[in-house]
């Protein structure tokens, strides 16, 4: 991003742990965006500044959000909405409001060409006295396509949502800021200037580069200088027979929602981790090749770090081949329930 720490708003779903999370933020980042209330709350703790809780806040969620603005006043929070009927719970809170725009990916927020729509809740949350934050527009759908086919879908739905931001402006509004791109995304965001050229603040949101994974390194440019960060650290339990063994490593432990293989062993691109159970992670090995002893310790890199990052209590940090020390994994599952 030309070394401009204010163009990045990373999602923290995949840093977890608080000292990860002040890492980001002692290199300059200001700003990130989460996915829970103890995401946000742990971001708040790490000294973000301006946090946005990318994700439809409803029910007693509402509150929570409110409670933990309130114990961190310094922090400008803000979380999102896609319809009218969303805004009016935010009343006098100090919470911000961005609009949630759905790219194509289907999954949540409102159609970016309904501009009519778009321009009346920008209207909304500005008549109601809630600060309006700008737009959230997250284009992961892009990891389905190939590369050229992404960065045209990317570079296209940026010029939709320029169009939007104009409609918002036509009746007086500003548009603070423009959230766009996760990991899959964000190489064909970084090169685009199709909103930065027109002075807006255009803000890309990758978090899984932090640690990166099996598949996000599949995603970003080779010449970049990208490295996994976090490893599985498994250990070889049983020969079941024929080419296969199996490690202590299931789904509880790397997570399967990636598909098959859910990950790489370390030195091995040969040997395949298939479809874990529990607790148990079969590895095929190519036919004649022998299996690893019982009790081998396996580095795997998951295929899908950030939820792998959520089954651990606790992190060992290692630094120059040395244990630096054992962290918790502060934001992992849900906060206590109100």
Same mark, same amino acid.
């Given at each position: 991003?030309?070394?401009?720490?204010?163009?990045?708003?990373?999602?923290?779903?995949?840093?977890?742990?608080?000292?990860?999370?002040?890492?980001?933020?002692?290199?300059?980042?200001?700003?990130?965006?989460?996915?829970?209330?103890?995401?946000?709350?742990?971001?708040?703790?790490?000294?973000?500044?301006?946090?946005?809780?990318?994700?439809?806040?409803?029910?007693?969620?509402?509150?929570?959000?409110?409670?933990?603005?309130?114990?961190?006043?310094?922090?400008?929070?803000?979380?999102?909405?896609?319809?009218?009927?969303?805004?009016?719970?935010?009343?006098?809170?100090?919470?911000?409001?961005?609009?949630?725009?759905?790219?194509?990916?289907?999954?949540?927020?409102?159609?970016?060409?309904?501009?009519?729509?778009?321009?009346?809740?920008?209207?909304?949350?500005?008549?109601?006295?809630?600060?309006?934050?700008?737009?959230?527009?997250?284009?992961?759908?892009?990891?389905?396509?190939?590369?050229?086919?992404?960065?045209?879908?990317?570079?296209?739905?940026?010029?939709?949502?320029?169009?939007?931001?104009?409609?918002?402006?036509?009746?007086?509004?500003?548009?603070?800021?423009?959230?766009?791109?996760?990991?899959?995304?964000?190489?064909?965001?970084?090169?685009?200037?199709?909103?930065?050229?027109?002075? @807006?603040?255009?803000? /890309?949101?990758? !978090?899984?580069? *932090?640690?990166?994974?099996?598949?996000? %390194?599949? =995603? $970003? &440019?080779?010449?970049?200088?990208?490295?996994?960060?976090?490893?599985?650290?498994?250990?070889?339990?049983?020969?079941?027979?024929?080419?296969?063994?199996?490690?202590?490593?299931?789904?509880?432990?790397?997570?399967?929602?990636?598909?098959?293989?859910?990950?790489?062993?370390?030195?091995?691109?040969?040997?395949?981790?298939?479809?874990?159970?529990?607790?148990? @992670?079969?590895?095929? /090995?190519?036919? !004649?090749?022998? *299996?690893?002893?019982?009790?081998?310790? %396996?580095? =795997? $890199? &998951?295929?899908?770090?950030?939820?792998?990052?959520?089954?651990?209590?606790?992190?060992?940090?290692?630094?120059?081949?040395?244990?630096?020390?054992?962290?918790?994994?502060?934001?992992?599952?849900?906060?206590?329930?109100?």
């Amino acid at each position: 991003l030309g070394g401009d720490a204010n163009r990045w708003r990373p999602h923290l779903k995949t840093a977890k742990l608080l000292v990860a999370m002040q890492r980001i933020r002692e290199a300059g980042v200001l700003q990130a965006k989460c996915a829970t209330t103890l995401e946000l709350e742990t971001a708040c703790q790490a000294g973000f500044e301006d946090v946005l809780l990318a994700y439809p806040v409803l029910g007693p969620s509402v509150q929570a959000v409110m409670q933990i603005a309130e114990r961190h006043r310094q922090v400008r929070v803000s979380a999102l909405v896609e319809h009218a009927e969303m805004v009016a719970p935010w009343r006098g809170s100090g919470v911000g409001l961005f609009i949630d725009l759905n790219p194509g990916m289907n999954r949540t927020g409102m159609a970016a060409d309904r501009i009519d729509e778009v321009v009346a809740l920008a209207r909304l949350i500005n008549e109601a006295g809630i600060r309006f934050g700008g737009l959230h527009f997250y284009d992961g759908h892009a990891h389905r396509f190939p590369a050229e086919t992404a960065r045209e879908l990317v570079h296209a739905g940026y010029e939709r949502l320029l169009r939007v931001v104009r409609a918002i402006e036509a009746v007086g509004l500003t548009v603070p800021e423009v959230v766009t791109a996760g990991t899959p995304a964000f190489p064909h965001a970084a090169r685009c200037q199709v909103l930065t050229k027109v002075g @807006l603040l255009h803000r /890309v949101s990758p !978090g899984t580069v *932090l640690y990166n994974d099996r598949e996000s %390194l599949s =995603l $970003l &440019p080779v010449d970049a200088g990208y490295r996994p960060a976090v490893w599985v650290l498994s250990r070889v339990v049983s020969h079941p027979g024929g080419d296969r063994f199996c490690c202590d490593a299931g789904h509880k432990t790397l997570s399967a929602d990636a598909g098959d293989p859910t990950g790489e062993v370390a030195g091995h691109p040969e040997w395949t981790p298939r479809h874990p159970s529990e607790e148990h @992670l079969p590895v095929d /090995v190519p036919a !004649g090749s022998g *299996l690893p002893p019982r009790g081998t310790l %396996l580095w =795997l $890199l &998951p295929s899908h770090v950030c939820p792998t990052v959520n089954n651990f209590d606790a992190a060992v940090l290692l630094e120059g081949g040395m244990i630096r020390g054992v962290e918790p994994v502060t934001a992992r599952g849900r906060a206590a329930p109100l």
